[in-house]
């Protein structure tokens, strides 16, 4: 067999084989294993028990971020089923548990408002191919290095987008048209106040009061399952008149969901991305809490988000909307003794018989029961301690906190993050610059006779420069290097060159051939192997080869200059004291 031999566009065959054996690797390893397995069947029972517990305390989450994202309570529950279960088995976390949020209800409500549910479903499958093609491209690695204050910033924003769109429920009015959630609750304000009904701010209150007192108290109850019940019992019992969320499916709906017309999905573009992103995003940041939580556990973040996206292909399908990984529900779970995701498999078969046998019971939770757990939800959302930590750390990092929030509540979450991330590059960007510098360093030891010491001081001048030589920093560096006056050579030495960009190799030739106009000779010392593409990218380190000008460190930089000076006559006589100066 020739081993040479090519296909139709010209690959070698073997090179093609090896390709496609990669590919497929790559496919393989973000499927579900033996070793997953084998981690099931170490303690079912627990996880059963674990699985039991995280679906008591996602059913009244998963009632109420359906209601809020504007396709139902039923959308909601199926999204927890049917998207919990895939994520479980697909996903790259032992300990996830995935279904509807609050941060992805922010995202979906503008999508309602201007395509219908048919955008929504729409928009959860093209986040599905989104997060499975970033899988493929082992993106996931790449995702998680959002900083801090951005992530806190948009939680921040989000729980307050969350608390304000609970508003009208809470108080019992017809919500106002809009995607300004701050105007509508203004509205629902004003309504109220013109016309006071007190039955649903009651339940509303109640809940949210019982759901953050008892989290304080006893954190290991469900108090918002409690609380809706009781409440539920409540209305039923005074017949107070409040809005239900309806009637519930006895079973999932049939893959049969309305989408929309193919010509539409280019507008949807833009959401399906942020979708995406903020899947991704969650779901990675719940992991990392997860991991957190236990001992010796670690997430594959590729993984990860390949189960997310398969479990927002399949979500959709069922009248479902686009899901993420819970970190409260998450929470729960590690808390509860999980130790494989055969618990968050459990959690989504609990609330499929939830769904199947009591559905009539559901369908009479009042609206307000809810929006008092979505109230409750956003507060406990803001973590306190951490948002005081990044305002107290520094300026910057308040400022990023701040913006992001701001940028969340009044614009969208893609904007928010967008901001922040501009922001945070450019003060990050700003404070290594500033930690870069450049400095005059002495060229022999202090055990150097003085009048030799003054000689070379009057003749010779050497820069070390310390840090990044990029473009926030390099014109300062030339501005500092051109200043050098009243000496015959300068040294400039580049050990201490952290990274060079083609901004600072242009302005160091610069400096070079200012200098050398003035008649200054240039010498280069202790330049580090990977920075030499960036210096061969400008001409300057050919130059300075063939010019014999360019050494491994100093010493040998300095017996040049002497031999330089001694050469056109300043330096009368060889010098014969040994250096000792590293590069």
Same mark, same amino acid.
């Given at each position: 067999?020739?081993?040479?031999?090519?296909?139709?566009?010209?690959? %070698?065959?073997?090179?093609?084989?090896?390709?496609?054996?990669? @590919?497929?690797?790559?496919?393989?390893?973000?499927?579900?294993?033996?070793?997953?397995?084998?981690?099931?069947?170490?303690?079912?029972?627990?996880?059963?028990?674990?699985?039991?517990?995280?679906?008591? $305390?996602?059913?009244?989450?998963?009632?109420?971020?359906?209601?809020?994202?504007?396709?139902?309570?039923?959308?909601?529950? %199926?999204?927890?089923?049917?998207?919990?279960?895939?994520?479980?088995?697909?996903?790259?976390?032992?300990?996830? /548990?995935?279904?509807?949020?609050?941060?992805?209800?922010?995202?979906?409500?503008?999508?309602?408002?201007?395509?219908?549910?048919g955008g929504v479903l729409t928009v959860g499958?093209?986040?599905? $191919?989104?997060?499975?093609?970033?899988?493929?491209?082992?993106?996931?690695?790449?995702?998680?290095?959002?900083?801090?204050?951005?992530?806190?910033?948009?939680?921040?924003?989000?729980?307050? /987008?969350?608390?304000?769109?609970?508003?009208?429920? *809470?108080?019992?009015?017809?919500?106002?048209?809009?995607?300004?959630?701050?105007?509508?609750?203004?509205?629902?304000?004003?309504?109220?106040? @013109?016309?006071?009904?007190?039955?649903?701010?009651?339940?509303?209150?109640? &809940?949210?009061? &019982?759901?953050?007192?008892?989290?304080?108290?006893?954190?290991?109850?469900?108090?918002?399952?409690?609380?809706?019940?009781?409440?539920?019992?409540?209305? &039923?019992?005074?017949?107070?008149?409040?809005?239900?969320?309806? %009637?519930?499916?006895?079973?999932?709906?049939?893959?049969?969901?309305?989408?929309?017309?193919?010509?539409?999905?280019?507008?949807?573009?833009? %959401?399906?991305? @942020? +979708?995406?992103?903020?899947?991704?995003?969650?779901?990675?940041?719940?992991?990392? /809490? *997860?991991?957190?939580?236990?001992?010796?556990?670690?997430?594959?973040?590729?993984? #990860?988000?390949?189960?997310?996206?398969?479990?927002?292909?399949?979500?959709?399908?069922?009248?479902?909307?686009?899901?993420?990984?819970?970190?409260?529900?998450?929470?729960?779970?590690?808390?509860?003794?999980?130790?494989?995701?055969?618990?968050?498999? *459990?959690?989504?078969?609990?609330?499929?018989?939830?769904?199947?046998?009591?559905?009539?019971? $559901?369908? !009479?939770?009042?609206?307000?029961?809810? *929006?008092?757990?979505?109230?409750?939800?956003?507060?406990?959302?803001?973590?306190?301690?951490? &948002?005081?930590?990044?305002?107290?750390?520094?300026?910057?990092?308040?400022?990023?906190?701040?913006?992001?929030? @701001?940028?969340?509540?009044?614009?969208?979450?893609?904007?928010?993050?967008?901001?922040?991330?501009?922001?945070?590059?450019?003060?990050?960007?700003?404070?290594?610059?500033?930690?870069?510098?450049?400095?005059?360093?002495?060229?022999?030891?202090?055990? !150097? !006779?003085?009048?030799?010491?003054?000689?070379?001081?009057?003749?010779?001048?050497?820069?070390?420069?310390?840090?990044?030589?990029?473009?926030?920093?390099?014109?300062?560096?030339?501005?500092?290097?051109? #200043?050098?006056?009243?000496?015959?050579v300068a040294i400039i030495r580049l050990s201490?060159?952290?990274?060079?960009?083609?901004?600072?190799?242009?302005?160091?030739?610069?400096?070079?051939?200012?200098? #050398?106009?003035?008649?200054?000779? /240039?010498?280069?010392?202790?330049?580090?192997?990977?920075?030499?593409?960036?210096?061969?990218?400008?001409?300057?380190?050919?130059?300075?080869?063939?010019?014999?000008?360019?050494?491994?460190?100093?010493?040998?930089?300095?017996?040049?200059?002497?031999? !330089?000076?001694?050469?056109?006559? +300043?330096?009368?006589?060889?010098?014969?004291?040994p250096d000792r100066v590293g590069a």
């Amino acid at each position: 067999m020739n081993t040479d031999s090519k296909d139709a566009e010209g690959v %070698a065959v073997p090179e093609r084989r090896a390709r496609s054996r990669a @590919a497929w690797g790559r496919v393989t390893s973000l499927l579900p294993s033996r070793g997953d397995l084998v981690t099931i069947r170490r303690s079912p029972a627990r996880d059963l028990l674990a699985g039991g517990t995280v679906a008591i $305390v996602a059913l009244p989450l998963a009632l109420g971020f359906g209601v809020a994202s504007g396709l139902g309570a039923a959308a909601g529950l %199926a999204t927890a089923v049917v998207a919990g279960a895939i994520a479980a088995i697909f996903g790259g976390s032992n300990y996830q /548990v995935s279904g509807p949020t609050g941060a992805m209800t922010v995202v979906l409500v503008p999508i309602v408002a201007r395509y219908g549910a048919g955008g929504v479903l729409t928009v959860g499958l093209m986040a599905g $191919v989104l997060l499975i093609g970033l899988a493929l491209a082992r993106a996931g690695r790449h995702i998680r290095l959002i900083p801090a204050p951005v992530v806190e910033g948009f939680t921040v924003g989000i729980a307050a /987008v969350i608390f304000l769109q609970q508003i009208p429920a *809470a108080l019992g009015v017809a919500a106002g048209e809009g995607e300004n959630v701050a105007l509508i609750a203004w509205q629902a304000v004003r309504d109220f106040a @013109a016309a006071p009904a007190w039955p649903a701010i009651t339940l509303a209150g109640a &809940v949210a009061a &019982v759901m953050l007192v008892g989290a304080r108290w006893k954190p290991q109850i469900p108090f918002s399952l409690l609380a809706v019940t009781v409440a539920t019992g409540a209305a &039923v019992w005074a017949r107070l008149d409040s809005p239900v969320i309806g %009637a519930l499916p006895a079973t999932l709906p049939s893959p049969s969901i309305d989408f929309l017309d193919p010509a539409a999905i280019p507008g949807l573009t833009g %959401a399906a991305v @942020a +979708v995406a992103a903020l899947a991704a995003l969650e779901s990675l940041l719940s992991a990392t /809490v *997860a991991d957190g939580m236990t001992v010796g556990s670690r997430h594959d973040p590729d993984r #990860e988000l390949f189960g997310q996206g398969l479990a927002n292909l399949a979500a959709p399908l069922f009248g479902g909307v686009p899901a993420t990984a819970a970190i409260a529900r998450t929470a729960v779970n590690v808390r509860s003794g999980a130790s494989s995701r055969l618990a968050a498999l *459990a959690h989504a078969i609990v609330l499929a018989l939830i769904m199947f046998a009591a559905a009539p019971l $559901v369908a !009479h939770i009042p609206l307000a029961a809810l *929006a008092g757990v979505l109230l409750a939800t956003a507060v406990r959302m803001i973590e306190v301690g951490s &948002v005081r930590v990044l305002v107290r750390a520094s300026r910057s990092d308040a400022a990023i906190l701040v913006l992001t929030a @701001a940028v969340t509540l009044a614009i969208d979450l893609v904007w928010a993050v967008i901001c922040g991330l501009v922001v945070a590059g450019a003060l990050a960007l700003r404070k290594i610059a500033a930690s870069a510098r450049i400095e005059t360093v002495p060229l022999t030891d202090e055990d !150097h !006779h003085l009048a030799e010491h003054a000689l070379l001081a009057e003749h010779i001048v050497a820069y070390r420069i310390d840090g990044p030589l990029f473009f926030a920093a390099a014109h300062r560096f030339l501005l500092t290097l051109t #200043e050098t006056a009243d000496v015959r050579v300068a040294i400039i030495r580049l050990s201490r060159v952290t990274a060079i960009d083609a901004t600072g190799a242009l302005v160091l030739r610069d400096a070079v051939e200012r200098l #050398e106009a003035r008649g200054v000779t /240039v010498y280069l010392s202790g330049m580090r192997p990977e920075h030499a593409k960036t210096l061969e990218a400008v001409d300057l380190l050919d130059r300075f080869r063939k010019a014999g000008k360019l050494f491994e460190a100093t010493p040998g930089a300095i017996a040049a200059a002497r031999s !330089h000076l001694t050469a056109i006559g +300043v330096i009368p006589r060889p010098q014969t004291a040994p250096d000792r100066v590293g590069a």
